[in-house]
């Protein structure tokens, strides 16, 4: 019953990540203001996504994963609630605090507590979960707008499904209660002792890379098409796809290989399907080829984030693992800030043909700094 709470928490998780991309277009216009100041929502939201990741080591040890998970879901649910009363985009950023806030704790909470508990496939298979709600916010949003209705019902339906599952949560607070393993062992530690643990940077740094090259890859594989290839716009947004569907089927397929090789492995051949994609990407074999390229950038992405989760506390130690996933998810979200715009930046100024190089030197940094990590933890 636990696991199942979880999974729909997985599934809540993503939810709302959707939602921004797809209703701006029908949002903007009545706000008065340009398009591009939905990255201005964007901003807020991630840095308060990093704080509360940073802060998630403190609250779960005082209150425990099951209460954090309850707590933030209600935040975001109220946040959500605020985006549909909105009037204003001063009101959009204001609600984009706690959107934020409500995000980065149940994220790190959430994947600690299935690291401690519970085997690596499920790690996988609960990401995977994540990939469903990612995709089933945006499609309620599009039903929303394609049956009449204004945008702001959209974000209501998602925050009456994000009621729903925080009253689900507070009556399965006794289901965690005897569970709590390593995190609530131990002081909290700040942000410089967890620098000072020796691996910490490296794996800060390995999941910076990935979530660079997964986060670049999603956001503008569509325009690589069309700026590279000169294919159609129509087109290349339905071949967009294709990340999403091969790192969602990855993610399900992972959690069966998990069943026989370990973390360290699965992370090693993701790393390897990907440097095969960005080979496909690169030559000059036509259009099938990059389509290829593109599907198996996602297929290798699949295992890398929940593998190198699901590892933390076999590096690090379960009383030690909160702090690390905690950074580890700040550095993250700070990956999927930085790197989309610097591709744009040299999009713009040198040509969309770079991505695969863009992305083979952060795949680089990525396996050397989990090469690396594994060496410390060895000795």
């Known amino acids: 019953m636990l696991l199942l709470i979880i999974y729909l928490s997985f599934i809540s998780l993503g939810l709302p990540d959707g939602l921004l991309g797809s209703g701006w277009p029908a949002m903007y216009g009545g706000f008065g203001v340009p398009v591009a100041w939905a990255g201005i929502l964007s901003a807020i939201i991630s840095v308060g996504t990093i704080i509360s990741s940073l802060m998630s080591d403190r609250l779960t040890r005082r209150l425990g994963a099951g209460r954090v998970t309850a707590l933030s879901v209600a935040t975001t649910a109220a946040a959500l609630w605020g985006f549909s009363l909105s009037h204003s985009f001063w009101m959009l950023c204001l609600w984009a605090v706690p959107y934020g806030l409500g995000a980065g ?10 690291a401690l508990h519970y085997k690596s496939r499920h790690m996988s298979w609960l990401h995977c979960m994540w990939g469903l709600g990612a995709a089933i916010g945006p499609y309620i949003m599009a039903a929303v707008l394609n049956s ?24 399965s607070l006794a289901l965690w209660r005897g569970r709590t393993g390593g995190e609530k062992e131990g002081k909290a530690l700040s942000l410089g002792e967890v620098l000072r643990i020796p691996g910490a940077k490296e794996v800060m740094c390995a999941f910076f890379g990935y979530c660079a090259l997964e986060q670049t890859a999603m956001l503008w594989g569509s325009s690589y098409l069309v700026l590279h290839l000169g294919m159609e716009t129509e087109r290349a947004a339905g071949f967009g796809c294709l990340f999403f569907a091969g790192i969602t089927l990855g993610r399900f397929l992972n959690g069966f290989f998990t ?31 990059v389509l290829a390229g593109l599907f198996l950038v996602g297929f290798g992405c699949a295992p890398i984030y929940p593998c190198i989760i699901h590892s933390t506390p076999e590096h690090f130690g379960p009383e030690q693992s909160q702090a690390i996933i905690g950074v580890q998810m700040a550095s993250a979200y700070v990956g999927t800030c930085v790197a989309p715009p610097v591709f744009g930046f040299l999009a713009q100024h040198v040509g969309a043909w770079i991505m695969p190089c863009y992305l083979l030197a952060i795949l680089l940094l990525m396996v050397g700094m989990h090469e690396k990590l594994l060496h410390k933890a060895a000795h």
């Not at 704790?105 to 299935?114: G, I, K, P, R, T």
């Not at 009449?148 to 507070?170: C, D, N, S």
């Not at 026989?260 to 440097?275: E, H, L, N, W």
């Open 105 to 114: 704790s149940v994220d790190a909470a959430l994947n600690n507590y299935v």
């Open 259 to 289: 069943m026989r090789f370990d973390d360290k492995t699965m992370i090693r051949v993701g790393c390897g399907v990907i440097a095969a994609a960005i080979l496909a990407l690169l030559l000059p074999l036509g259009e099938t080829t």
């Open 148 to 171: 009449g209705r204004p945008w702001f019902v959209g974000y209501r339906w998602v925050g009456g499904i994000q009621i729903a599952l925080t009253a689900a949560l507070v009556c």
